[in-house]
């Protein structure tokens, strides 16, 4: 089955810097990968996607990054700020097959 | 505006009870999950469901088993509870058209 590895597993960064979560995945038939963000007590949420038909995507401060060849996707928060303290995990998931395998998660703080 | 919820936010049960967690959505979606989650190994999937009766082991489901009477409704339970299964339990549904999982708010069992 699918295996996700998730990097670092903490992270701090500056207020204003950016912050960088990396993910590989082991199933070349994965084609969704999603990044959630959990607040501190509350639930898991969506925060962007990518599918392997394009390489990169951005909403605003956040973006997502795919290699297919090299089997890693990358989440990239820029001049971070407190509320981006959260918990962030990504998932991987193959087409026509809704089960997410989620990775370990990041613990990213931001210093104020 | 999508609704999950979870039908206890804490629990503690004895070791040997039988526990029920029921989770429910009110925008019927067809896909159901159990995950379970642990400091330090992210969300672990334990049972999902596609459809009404219909079940699929995840990657963590011994000592657990499922129902899906109706479309808005599963529950996980374990038959007798243990030390080991005190954790985080998160419900999650999704509809298979945006991939997008909605989670509950999570129930936190402890067993003694």
């Known amino acids: 089955g699918e295996n996700v590895e998730q990097h670092p597993s903490t992270l701090s960064v500056q207020e204003g810097d950016s912050a960088v979560i990396k993910c590989t995945y082991s199933d070349s038939a994965s084609n969704y990968f999603p990044w959630y963000k959990q607040e501190l007590g509350k639930r898991p949420q969506l925060i962007i996607d990518?599918?392997?038909?394009?390489g990169e995507k951005k909403d605003q401060r956040i973006a997502v990054t795919l290699n297919k060849t090299a089997k890693h996707f990358s989440l990239h928060i820029t001049e971070t700020q407190p509320e981006d303290s959260a918990v962030y995990f990504c998932?991987?998931?193959?087409?026509?097959?809704?089960?997410?395998?989620f990775g370990t998660g990041t613990r990213l703080t931001i210093i104020p | 505006d999508v609704k999950v919820t979870q039908s206890s936010r804490y629990l503690v049960k004895r070791t040997g009870e039988k526990v029920f967690l029921e989770c429910v959505q009110d925008m019927d979606h067809e896909n159901m999950f159990w995950y379970r989650q642990d400091p330090g190994l992210g969300l672990r999937l334990i049972y999902f469901s596609y459809d009404v009766k219909m079940k699929e082991k995840g990657d963590i489901p011994e000592g657990y088993s499922v129902s899906r009477e109706k479309k808005e409704r599963f529950s996980l339970i374990l038959e007798s509870a243990s030390t080991n299964q005190t954790s985080m339990y998160l419900c999650?549904?999704?509809?298979?058209?945006?991939?997008?999982?909605?989670f509950g708010p999570g129930t936190r069992l402890t067993v003694t």
């Open positions: 998932a991987a998931s193959a087409f026509g097959n809704e089960k997410l395998t």
């Open positions: 990518i599918r392997s038909n394009v």
């Open positions: 999650a549904s999704t509809t298979g058209i945006t991939r997008e999982q909605y």
